[in-house]
């Protein structure tokens, strides 16, 4: 079976930090490129972040600086460490991979307040 869930979402601070996580199963997880989208209330879904199989990142302009995506291989997972938050990261977070999605998984609410 292929599962993508991810956790870690939350209540946070404006300014705050808070990091997420993908539990990866039934899938290639180790020569997938994999990313971590944001959907916005009301937008549409959005790569923030991406990592490579040889581990090489990127970032849209919005997160650059803030964000940090990783991958533990051995463990099946991805991360998105989230710093400085700003309101405008509010809203779901879904890891996939990427060119190539699987079903999406639920996502993880993140919510920002002032």
């Known amino acids: 079976q292929v599962q993508l869930v991810e956790s870690g979402g939350g209540l946070v601070q404006a300014g705050g930090s808070l990091k997420l996580s993908c539990a990866a199963s039934g899938i290639f997880f180790d020569i997938s490129h994999m990313g971590w989208y944001h959907q916005a209330p009301g937008k549409e879904r959005e790569l923030v972040a991406s990592?490579?199989?040889?581990?090489?990142?990127n970032y849209a302009d919005s997160v650059k600086g803030r964000f940090t995506i990783s991958r533990d291989n051995a463990k099946n997972m991805v991360y998105l460490q989230m710093n400085s938050l700003k309101r405008e990261d509010t809203g779901v977070y879904y890891c996939n991979r990427v060119g190539s999605a699987r079903p999406w998984g639920q996502g993880t609410q993140v919510t920002v307040f002032s």
């Open positions: 990592i490579s199989t040889g581990a090489a990142t």
